[in-house]
């Protein structure tokens, strides 16, 4: 059974910091590349971040580049999204999603900047 299970989300105030996990399971994870997603309320999915398969960076949105910072460990079916200085805009749920011969999406976990 395939899974992604997203964690890390939650209120944080402009300026702060949060590091989303998504734990992957029912898959070769090192076989996929990996990437983030978010939708803000009203608005469409957008991608963040991704990162091939052995951790190349592939792309990064232009309003997150500098601030935000995709990794993954392949030895614990994991990747990370790192987010700092953190602004109101970045309000959204963030998706993990994952793309081989097949894709997989997590349930998301939301994220809220705010003060």
């Known amino acids: 059974q395939v899974q992604l299970v997203e964690s890390g989300g939650g209120l944080v105030q402009p300026g702060g910091s949060l590091r989303l996990s998504c734990a992957a399971s029912?898959?070769?994870?090192?076989?996929?590349?990996m990437r983030w997603y978010r939708q803000a309320p009203g608005k469409e999915r957008e991608l963040v971040a991704a990162?091939?398969?052995?951790?190349?960076?592939?792309n990064y949105l232009d309003s997150v580049k500098g601030r935000f910072t995709i990794s993954r460990d392949n030895a614990k079916n994991t990747v990370y999204l790192q987010m700092i200085s953190l602004k109101p805009e970045d309000t959204a749920v963030y998706y993990c999603?994952?793309?081989?011969?097949?894709?997989?999406w997590g349930s998301g976990t939301l994220v809220t900047v705010s003060s």
């Open positions: 990162i091939a398969p052995i951790g190349g960076i592939l």
């Open positions: 029912g898959f070769t994870f090192s076989s996929y590349t």
């Open positions: 999603n994952a793309v081989s011969f097949q894709t997989y």
